[in-house]
């Protein structure tokens, strides 16, 4: 099922999120649709907070990315209750996006390596070291369960410019595909 996401503007993205245990309701379904509508929105990251629900849970989906990097083709990870230990190695400006934000892309510093620990989908508790683009698509989602969003990282004079777009989607006026909710 292809839920609904949250924008920007949603009181939800900026709430504190809460551990989750293996007796989350329909925690297999709930999973099943984020990646459903993830792969709908074309995103590669989707968190909790950004379908409404204020719990630590993302997944991530590098799949479409395996035209150019072949080691991307399934690649599809769930996170739950994730805790990163430790950012480590050189800070890296790329562009980022988010589903919640969209028509907006910005140039965020991030460190290239993550050590993380989480639990799969299956409750296995992992502790991993993740570098590169999934060390990115990673820290964008923990973000929003931590409240923060990638243009809060952004300099005042990009989030200047980018204001006009932000109205837009506050006010409901965004332009995207998939069906978005800002209350
Ligand atoms: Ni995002």
Sequence with gaps: MILTISAYGSPVLRKETVDIDKEYPQLQELIKNMFDTMTFAEGVGLAAPQVGLPIRLFVIDLSPLADDKPEYKNYKKVFINPEIIEFSGNDVSFEEGCLSIP?????????DKVLINYFDENFTE????FSGYPARVIQHEYDHLEGNLFIDKISGIRKQLIKGKLNNITSGRANCKYKIKTK
């Design 103 to 111: 028509n907006v892309h910005e140039k965020v510093v991030r460190k």
């Design 126 to 129: 992992h502790e991993e070291t």
